[in-house]
C-alpha cells in the first residue's frame, strides 16, 4: 500500500513537522513519502505530481493558511483517482469535525487531534480487518445496508507517551535542504495557558521529549547543516531549568544556526536573562513574544494573565543585552478593545522598540472560546478560512480597515528596518505617538493608490518625503518648532545610503552638489582624511577609490550631535561621507558612513 503525506505550506522556505513525525512512525510498517508544495504552486501542478507517484492513500495536513487551497486539489484529485483514500488531519479539522465531513463528500477520513498512533492504526486497518469503530482519534463514513452514509467520529484517543515517538529529524533525504529551509522543532507539545483565542488552550497540560533525545537530535540537524531551527512550543521558558539547559546546549554547539523561541516574556527569570546576557553569542537567538493587549480588561476576558510591567522589565533587559533580536506580537479587535484603546496598546509596545512588531488581527478558530462566544460581543467574521474578524460591538469595519493601513506601512517601514533614523525622529519629534504616525501615513499611501502598485526601495523613500512635504498636517506641526523637514530629509538619505552594499547608481532626491564641488571634496578627503577621523584616514582611500567606493552628501545639521546627544544643532553642518566595501547581504559592514564638521559656509576649496 503506497502512501504519500502531503501538505500546502505557507513559503517554500518552510518544511512541515507534522508530516515528518508521521512518516517517522509509520514507516517501519508502510511505504510512506513526503510531498510538500506551497500555496502559491497551481492546483494542476500539485495535483500532477501526486498522480504521478501513484498512491493508494494520501493524507493532507490542514491548517487555516491552506486549507482551502488543499480543498481545491482534493477535488481534481478525486475525479482523476476514484478509488484513492484521501485523509487529512491537523488543527484546521480537528474541531468541528462533522462540518468538515459533511463539507466535503470527497474525504474519506479525518484525523483528529496527535496523529502519529491513530493515523497508524488507520492504515494498519485499511490494510486489514478495516475495523475503523476500533481507531479512536478518527471521524470516517459508515455505510448502512441501505447505501446511506452516516459520518462517525470515534472518541478521541489517549495523549501519546512522547517517549514512545521516533524523531521526525533524521530522513537522509532532509539533509540537502537543511541550510535553505526553516526546520521546525518541539521540545514539548501543550501549553499551561487558557487563552481564548488560540487553540493551544484547548489541550491541558505540558509534555516534555526525553533531554537527551532532544540534544542528540538538534546536534544531528546543526551538524548536517540547518541555518534556522524554530522552536514550536507555546511557552518555551514555561519550565526555567528545561529551557536554561536547552540555552547552553545550543550556545555550546550553535555552529552559526539561528534558534527562534516562543516565550512568556513576563515569567521570564531574571537568572536565565542574566545568563543569556553574558553568554549568549550575538544573533544566534532570537525570542516572538505575544503582547497582543496591553488594556487588562480585554485581557482577563481572553483568561489570559499577562503582567505588563514585568514583561517589559524582560524587553529592556534583552534589548539592553545586544545580544537577541525580539519579535513581539499585537492582536486588534479582541473583546473591550476598540479603536483608541488599541492605538494605546500599540504605542505602548511600540515604546519598547522591539526589532518586529507583528500587528495581526483576531481569527475566530474552530474550537476556540472566542468563536464560541463570538455573539456576546457582535463579532462578525469570515466564514471560511482564515475566519478573521470583520467588525464587532465597538470595533466596526471601518476602524479595521484603517488599523490595515498601519499594518502595512509598519511591515514595509519598521519592521523592514529601512530608514529607522528617519523613522525614530519622526516619530518621536514630529508626531504625538508612533501608531498616529503610521496611521496618517498609512491613510495617505492608500488614499495615493500606492497599496495597488509595486515599490523598489527609492520608492519607499519618495513617498514617505511625499507624505512629510505634501501633507498639510504634518507641515502644521513643523511650523510650531517641534521638528525640521530638512532633518528628517538629511536622515533620510543616511539610511538610504546604508541600505546598499555597493555604492548606488541613483539617489530619489535632487543631487545639488555640482562636479566641481563634488571633486573638490574628493581631493580633500584624499589628501586630508584625518580630518574626518583616525578610523577614515586608516583605510587609506586614494582620490581614485572615492570616486569609486564613495558617497558624499550635505546635510544641514550636526549629524554627529544629533546621533551622540539626540540635539539637533544647526550651527554646524555636515559632510556625510559613505564608504561601500562591496559585501554581500551577510556582511554588515558593506557600507560605513563617517562625517566630517563644517561651518554653514563651508565650501569645497576651504
Known amino acids: 500500500m503506497k502512501v504519500v503525506l502531503s501538505t500546502l505550506n505557507a513559503k517554500y522556505i518552510h518544511t512541515s513537522l507534522a508530516l515528518r513525525c508521521l512518516k517517522a512512525y509509520g514507516e517501519k510498517d508502510f511505504d510512506i513519502d513526503i510531498a510538500e508544495f506551497t500555496i502559491k504552486d497551481p492546483a494542476m501542478n500539485i495535483v500532477a505530481d501526486l498522480f504521478a507517484r501513484n498512491p493508494d492513500v494520501v493524507g493532507f495536513s490542514c491548517y487555516i493558511w491552506n486549507i482551502e487551497e488543499t480543498i481545491t486539489v482534493i477535488d481534481m484529485l478525486r475525479k482523476i483517482k476514484p478509488d484513492i483514500r484521501i485523509v487529512l488531519g491537523g488543527p484546521e479539522v480537528s474541531y468541528d469535525t462533522p462540518f468538515w ?3 466535503l463528500p470527497q474525504v474519506d477520513y479525518i484525523v483528529v487531534g496527535e496523529g502519529e498512533e491513530t493515523f497508524h492504526h488507520l492504515l494498519t486497518e485499511l490494510q486489514g480487518t478495516r475495523k475503523f469503530h476500533l481507531v479512536f482519534g478518527l471521524a470516517y463514513r459508515k455505510e448502512h445496508q441501505d447505501g446511506r452514509l452516516e459520518v462517525i467520529v470515534n472518541p478521541p484517543r489517549p495523549k501519546l507517551d512522547l517517549a514512545t515517538l521516533p524523531s521526525p529529524h533524521r530522513f537522509a533525504e532532509d539533509v540537502p535542504r537543511l541550510a535553505s529551509r526553516v526546520v521546525y522543532f518541539e521540545t514539548s507539545r501543550g501549553c499551561p495557558f487558557s487563552c481564548q483565542f488560540c487553540l493551544s488552550s484547548i489541550e491541558v497540560g505540558v509534555r516534555y521529549f526525553d533531554m537527551e533525545r532532544t540534544k542528540s537530535d538538534l546536534l544531528y540537524l546543526i551538524d548536517s547543516g540547518a541555518k534556522l531551527i524554530k522552536f514550536v512550543d507555546r511557552t518555551f521558558n514555561i519550565k526555567r531549568d528545561y529551557a536554561l539547559e536547552i540555552f547552553r546546549f545550543l550556545i555550546e554547539n550553535h555552529k ?12 521570564m527569570r531574571p537568572e536565565v536573562l542574566d545568563y543569556l546576557a553574558e553568554h549568549a553569542p550575538p544573533g544566534i537567538f532570537r525570542f516572538e513574544i505575544g503582547v497582543q493587549s496591553t488594556n487588562d480588561l480585554t485581557n482577563e476576558a481572553v483568561q489570559r494573565r499577562q503582567n505588563f510591567t514585568k514583561l517589559t522589565r524582560t524587553v529592556q533587559k534583552v534589548k539592553e543585552s545586544g545580544k537577541i533580536d525580539q519579535h513581539l506580537d499585537l492582536i486588534a479587535g479582541l473583546p473591550h478593545e476598540d479603536y483608541d484603546s488599541f492605538r494605546k496598546t500599540f504605542n505602548d509596545v511600540f515604546e519598547l522598540r522591539p526589532e518586529e512588531l507583528q500587528l495581526g488581527f483576531l481569527k475566530m478558530l474552530r474550537g476556540t472560546g472566542m468563536r464560541l462566544d463570538a455573539d456576546k460581543h457582535g463579532y ?7 475566519y478573521e474578524i470583520l467588525g464587532n460591538d465597538i470595533m466596526p469595519f471601518s476602524d479595521i480597515v484603517r488599523i490595515k493601513r498601519v499594518e502595512d506601512v509598519l511591515e514595509k517601514y519598521w519592521n523592514a528596518h529601512r530608514m529607522d533614523h528617519a523613522l525614530l525622529y519622526l516619530i518621536e519629534r514630529a508626531f504625538p505617538s508612533a501608531f498616529d ?6 491613510d495617505f499611501w492608500e488614499g495615493r493608490g500606492w497599496q495597488k502598485i509595486g515599490h523598489q526601495l527609492e520608492d519607499l523613500f519618495s513617498r514617505l518625503w511625499a507624505f512629510l512635504s505634501e501633507t498639510d498636517a504634518v507641515r502644521k506641526d513643523e511650523e510650531h518648532g517641534g521638528w525640521q523637514l530638512d532633518v528628517a530629509l538629511g536622515l533620510m538619505k543616511l539610511d538610504y545610503f546604508l541600505n546598499h552594499n555597493y555604492k548606488p547608481r541613483k539617489v530619489w532626491w535632487d543631487f545639488t552638489m555640482d562636479k566641481a564641488e563634488l571633486n573638490g571634496w574628493m581631493q580633500r578627503l584624499a589628501d586630508r582624511p584625518a580630518e ?11 582620490e581614485k577609490e572615492l570616486q569609486k567606493h564613495a558617497v558624499i552628501e550635505r546635510l544641514p545639521f550636526n549629524l554627529n550631535r544629533y546621533l551622540q546627544e539626540g540635539v539637533v544643532s544647526a550651527d554646524e553642518e555636515t559632510l556625510l561621507v559613505v564608504i561601500y566595501s562591496g559585501g554581500g547581504k551577510s556582511d554588515a559592514r558593506s557600507a560605513e558612513f563617517y562625517t566630517l564638521s563644517l561651518v554653514p559656509s563651508a565650501s569645497s576649496q576651504a
Open 101 to 103: 465531513m459533511e463539507r
Open 256 to 267: 552559526g544556526c539561528v534558534f527562534q523561541f516562543e516565550i512568556t516574556a513576563d515569567i
Open 380 to 386: 462578525i467574521y469570515m466564514d471560511r478560512a482564515p
Open 437 to 442: 504616525f503610521f496611521q496618517q501615513f498609512g
Open 532 to 542: 574626518v577621523s583616525e578610523a577614515f584616514a586608516a583605510l587609506g582611500l586614494s
